[in-house]
């Protein structure tokens, strides 16, 4: 029998955590299934996701040092989240689905904003105009399995 899902989804301002389905294991006969942990993090002006290479219990995610990361892009000067939460219909800048405000809920979506330095050659001087970009999207959250049923 497969084990239970876990849903986490743990976010802070520049760093978020949640539990997903959606694992492609690459390799027969390992320890893997499709359930695991993700996170998504500024580290030395990279953006960097990290995997587990699975989540049968709640232990899996006490080490994201073990995670396989991916940098996804460089020159981020800035990174920020926000989540929406429906009942309020208020943008927060934390969610934590184990806290007692947000006990077993999602964000009905969550911001995204990053903030990227232009590209300019080394020890070349930004010109007169050049400066930042900063993109800004939302991505809404649904169907995410909650140990006995669906959260939206």
Do not use: C
């Not at 030395?44 to 219990?57: C, F, G, I, Q, Y």
Request: net charge negative; proline share 5%.
């Amino acid at each position: 029998m497969p084990p239970a899902p876990i849903t986490i989804f743990y976010g802070k301002e520049n760093e978020i955590f949640f539990s997903s389905r959606s694992h492609q294991r690459l390799a027969a006969n390992v320890p893997e299934n499709e359930q695991h942990f993700i996170t998504y993090q500024l580290q030395d002006k990279k953006l960097v996701r990290a995997e587990s290479a699975r989540a049968v219990n709640l232990y899996d995610r006490e080490d994201p040092s073990r995670f396989r990361s991916t940098v996804l892009l460089d020159r981020v000067n800035a990174l920020k989240f926000r989540y929406y939460d429906i009942r309020t219909s208020n943008w927060v800048d934390s969610w934590d689905t184990e806290s007692a405000t947000y006990k077993d809920r999602l964000p009905g979506a969550v911001e995204i904003e990053l903030t990227i330095a232009p590209l300019v050659e080394e020890g070349e001087k930004l010109r007169p105009g050049q400066s930042e970009t900063v993109v800004s999207t939302s991505i809404t959250v649904t169907d995410v399995i909650m140990g006995q049923g669906a959260v939206k």
